[in-house]
């Protein structure tokens, strides 16, 4: 079966004298491979105020206590993400508003997150949904409008751009997930990057108890309750072996990708998705629209291709009752849209042998 996800794990003769090194050091707790590990990745980016974390919930859940989301304080978001993204919302008391979607790809709307606003929005969360990025242009304009932060939820979209850019380079907050099927794993692990030193400073004592790791432990006062949220140097030397193949890893998903944007044209029962203006995706998972879904993915799963649409709509979560709203483009989309293998694993042979199937109908 052709998985629709896999961990990327650089070869073993890299990666397993780093890890055995790192483990009989002495020192496996956050250290010098964390800064080191952080270093490569801000070069990645872009963006010299990027700090790692545990995971991108943590990444999240202090981005949102910086943008200053308080108990009661609305935050505007989307459905169609995976839960970290909303739980998030809730772990510090702010209230959900579903935004509605744009029905031709999954991605938040503009339109419908301007109609939202209201005194009490603090935050609009975005998500990368699948590694398409939002429609930033007007996302930017909105926020700037009304004073009112974006936080990007790049879990999905590690080696996106924006304007030429990385994602992680254009709002006050972007948080990437290193979760073991990502595009990038050390396992698990998170990043959060910024845009306002004095953040970075405030983030850095967040993730450690609230501790101001510069200092001795004696001359340290904590002012401001934080968390266990670092990074450890086993993660974190993972994922400097992981680093080195980053450009060949994320090409090969955008490759495929873009293959299949050319090849599933004009396919009966198949409908490829908008991407945004000035963007590119970094295709974390390939999504596109089918009609008869369920028939499309018992087609696919009997040629020995896995496809799905993978995560679950996150407003119907018990928690989030209370801000139940109609949501017909999400109703829409919802039914039709599906992912179809497009990772590093997929050779040429497997993607035209995804194509050939398609194309043959269901
Ligand atoms: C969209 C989205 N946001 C946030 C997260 C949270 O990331 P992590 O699993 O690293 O905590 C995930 C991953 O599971 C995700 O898919």
Not at 97 to 108: E, F, K
Not at 246 to 273: H, M, P, S, T, W
Not at 325 to 331: I, T, V
């Amino acid at each position: 079966m052709i998985s629709l996800v896999k961990p990327y794990i650089a070869p073993s003769n890299e990666m397993m004298p780093a890890i055995e090194e790192v483990l009989y050091s002495g020192y496996i707790a956050t250290g010098q491979a964390v800064y080191d590990f952080e270093d490569v990745f801000r070069n990645y980016i872009g963006n010299p105020l990027s700090l790692s974390l545990h995971s991108g919930t943590d990444a999240l859940h202090i981005a949102l206590i910086l943008a200053g989301v308080k108990p009661g304080d609305e935050v505007i978001s989307t459905p169609m993400t995976a839960e970290p993204t909303n739980t998030s919302i809730a772990m510090v008391g702010g209230k959900v508003v579903w935004g509605d979607i744009n029905p031709n790809n999954g991605l938040l709307d503009p339109k419908s997150v301007r109609s939202l606003i209201t005194e009490r929005t603090k935050v609009i969360m975005l998500v990368h949904y699948a590694g398409m990025v939002c429609d930033m242009d007007e996302f930017n304009k909105i926020s700037a409008e009304y004073n009112i932060p974006i936080i990007e939820d790049a879990a999905h979209a590690l080696g996106s751009k924006y304007n030429g850019k990385m994602v992680g380079c254009n709002s006050p907050y972007t948080i990437f997930s290193l979760q073991a099927i990502k595009h990038l794993t050390t396992v698990d692990g998170g990043f959060l990057s910024l845009k306002n030193e004095e953040e970075m400073g405030r983030a850095l004592k967040l993730r450690w108890f609230g501790l101001d790791k510069t200092r001795s432990r004696l001359e340290n006062d904590i002012t401001e309750v934080g968390f266990k949220y670092a990074m450890n140097n086993v993660n974190a030397t993972i994922g400097l072996v992981q680093m080195k193949h980053i450009n060949e890893v994320v090409g090969r998903y955008i490759e495929n990708g873009k293959f299949y944007d050319k090849a599933l044209v004009g396919i009966n029962g198949v409908q490829i998705v908008d991407y945004n203006p000035n963007t590119e995706a970094s295709y974390w998972l390939y999504t596109m629209k089918v009609e008869n879904r369920k028939e499309f993915m018992r087609a696919m799963e009997v040629a020995g291709i896995m496809a799905s649409p993978l995560h679950h709509r996150s407003d119907t979560h018990s928690i989030f009752n209370e801000s139940r709203r109609e949501l017909p483009n999400m109703e829409e989309w919802y039914s039709s849209f599906v992912h179809i293998p497009c990772g590093w694993w997929i050779s040429e042979e497997d993607r035209n042998h995804i194509v050939e199937t398609i194309k043959k109908g269901w």
